[in-house]
């Protein structure tokens, strides 16, 4: 007889929306792979080229942007009286890898989402800030094997501005899940039930000016 | 249960790599060459010829990616030809994913040649063919290159190839080449139109861009620049007027070992490539080792214009009367895609200059195998 039933539904709809955002983020990020304009880190201190990420590296990627007129994505956080906070600057948000955690951690200036002076609208993946970027890392973030000049991994930091990329999903197809009854999944025997998601959306560059790939490697060895 | 059969036929282009796009799983790959073994196919002539590859499987369960079970012609005597049972060891098959591109061996380079195309050698056979893209790197003595992928677009022996890495100027040094992929097949991202690292730029109206890869644009196509100061050809970038500097395409020469693109633009008055006031400058060449580290100068797709205003660079607009009316063609496109990768040499199972197809244009069948079920 069964007792306390496990929500299987419940659980397998938790873990297909969580597959269904990663494999956007993946064909956002092919796309930026594909078209962001590439400027590499050069101020780090490995030697590399590109070298590790430096806080040069972001003022000068920003600097670029904000002369291209590419807009901020998030608004300043002011500081507060709070021991050991700070204020975070109107920033672009930087797109990577996981790995690159531990060399933002080293960056002089480096300010962790636990020191910002407001935590509130923080999304789960920001790491921190520096200058004025603001870093969302996941385990999706682009990675080019063996392309620096020392032959070691290539991160690709993606710095969007407003506008700088769109999305475009055919009417009705953005995001849909499916659950099948046992009546239809198995219907001879009712076995079984399933449940899936499906979409059609393409990301696309709208303007190469407003967005930048800042390459770096890692100073911090995995 | 029951396996399935996919069956095609396809025509090569002479001494070239053939991305077959499968979804399939494949379990089995066969494929015959009709035109060599004699028989007259898709408007080719069959000549049965000696020493040619006219039969070549895969079995990716159990065989090494880029080898291939072959039956090869021995001499031809009146209609007949004997076969040879044998093993390619190189330019085999691939089992290709766009996303998860094979990884390649690194080899290591013993020397370059300096010049106005670099002729590398290696201390290896290197297994390379003509368009495949490679990526140097470790190079300590020139530093300035490592890092660069080029396409290969003469292969002079097994340890020698060629790219058009304007060199001159440069030390030699020691280092290594990976084959990164193949100019042939879809990109390792699966985007199309993909960035490209410049090689040259003309002074010269029509503005002459030569990139390092093989780049795939076409006419109507529209260009923004991503130029490192260190490469002294200012009026590119968007740096101080916050305007991007955009480009029609107005000829672009896809060819392997040519590689250009002519753009719209008088670069008369631009500045020379390479030329700074630092001691990297090397006009007209690649920027020497003393600005290392520095970003590569790139080619950006942005997207496509018209083409009704270039009659003055003898480009009429087509279709008339508007012209260009295929505007996304140059939009950012997912062309990723699985499938196999049938290696190019001689067209034998040579362990130094073989390869499924040969120099020759040949029509070839092909069958995949998706097995239901396999035991044990």
Same mark, same amino acid.
């Given at each position: ?7 299987? &539904?419940?659980?397998?709809? /938790?873990?297909?929306?969580?597959? &269904? ?6 064909? %956002? ?24 990420? /430096?806080? &040069? ?8 942007? +904000? ?13 507060? &009286? ?31 989402? %636990? ?22 890392? /996941? /385990? ?47 219907? +001879? ?34 | @249960? ?70 090869? $012609? ?41 010049? !106005? ?15 495949? $893209? ?15 992928? @080029? ?55 029509? @503005? ?28 590119? !970038? ?60 790139? @080619? ?69 195998? !998706? ?6």
């Amino acid at each position: 007889m069964l007792i306390n039933e496990d929500p299987v &539904l419940n659980s397998a709809v /938790s873990v297909l929306g969580q597959s &269904l955002r990663e494999t956007e983020d993946q064909l %956002a990020r092919s796309m930026m792979e594909g078209g962001a304009p590439p400027i590499n880190c050069t101020s780090g201190t490995n030697g590399d080229n590109p070298t590790n990420i /430096s806080p &040069l590296d972001c003022s000068k990627a920003v600097r670029l942007l +904000r002369t291209a007129n590419a807009q901020f994505i998030m608004d300043l956080i002011e500081g507060e &009286l709070k021991f050991g906070t700070a204020p975070v600057r109107t920033a672009f948000f930087g797109l990577g890898h996981t790995n690159l955690s531990a060399d933002l951690d080293q960056m002089v200036g480096f300010i962790n989402v %636990a020191n910002y002076a407001n935590q509130s609208n923080l999304l789960q993946s920001e790491w921190g800030t520096v200058r004025n970027l603001r870093f969302l890392l /996941s /385990s999706v973030g682009s990675v080019t094997p063996n392309a620096s000049a020392g032959g070691q991994d290539v991160y690709n930091i993606f710095i969007p501005g407003q506008e700088s990329y769109d999305m475009v999903d055919l009417d009705g197809y953005s995001a849909q899940f499916i659950y099948a009854p046992p009546e239809i999944a198995s219907p +001879r025997l009712r076995l079984y039930q399933t449940a899936g998601w499906k979409m059609a959306q393409v990301f696309n560059i709208t303007n190469t000016s407003w967005i930048i790939n800042l390459r770096c490697t890692l100073a911090v060895a995995l | @249960m029951s396996s399935q059969i996919t069956t095609g036929m396809f025509q090569n282009v002479a001494s070239t790599p053939f991305f077959l796009p499968i979804p399939n799983q494949i379990d089995e790959f066969r494929l015959l060459n009709l035109t060599r073994s004699g028989v007259t196919a898709g408007g080719v002539a069959g000549s049965l010829t000696s020493t040619r590859i006219v039969e070549a499987d895969f079995f990716p369960r159990y065989m090494a990616a880029g080898t291939a079970l072959i039956k090869q $012609n021995g001499t031809v005597s009146g209609i007949l030809a004997p076969i040879n049972n044998g093993i390619a060891s190189i330019n085999g098959f691939t089992l290709y994913n766009s996303y998860s591109p094979a990884a390649y061996a690194a080899v290591a380079v013993s020397a370059f040649t300096p010049g !106005t195309t670099t002729a590398w050698t290696t201390g290896a056979v290197h297994g390379l063919q003509v368009g495949d $893209n490679v990526r140097v790197y470790g190079l300590t003595s020139a530093p300035q290159f490592s890092g660069l992928n @080029m396409t290969v677009t003469a292969v002079g022996s097994t340890t020698t190839f060629t790219t058009l890495l304007d060199s001159t100027g440069a030390t030699t040094s020691v280092g290594f080449v990976q084959k990164v992929g193949n100019a042939y097949v879809a990109a390792s991202n699966g985007v199309y139109p993909a960035n490209r690292v410049i090689a040259k730029i003309s002074n010269a109206n029509p @503005m002459v861009v030569t990139t390092l890869v093989q780049q795939n644009y076409y006419v109507g196509d529209v260009v923004t620049f991503d130029m490192p100061s260190i490469f002294g050809v200012p009026q590119l !970038t968007n740096s101080i007027s916050g305007l991007p500097f955009q480009a029609t395409v107005i000829a672009a020469n896809n060819a392997v070992g040519t590689q250009t693109v002519t753009l719209a633009i008088d670069s008369t008055n631009f500045g020379v490539f390479a030329t700074s006031s630092g001691a990297a400058t090397n006009p007209g060449h690649w920027p020497l080792s003393a600005g290392y580290p520095f970003s590569f100068p790139t @080619m950006v797709p942005q997207g496509e214009g018209n083409i009704n205003n270039f009659q003055a660079f003898n480009v009429t607009p087509a279709p008339l009367p508007y012209a260009n009316q295929d505007v996304l063609s140059f939009a950012k496109q997912n062309i990723g895609s699985r499938g196999i990768l049938i290696g190019a040499g001689d067209g034998t199972n040579s362990a130094t200059t073989g390869g499924i197809i040969g120099s020759t244009v040949d029509v070839w069948e092909w069958k995949a195998i !998706t097995s239901s079920q396999t035991y044990p």
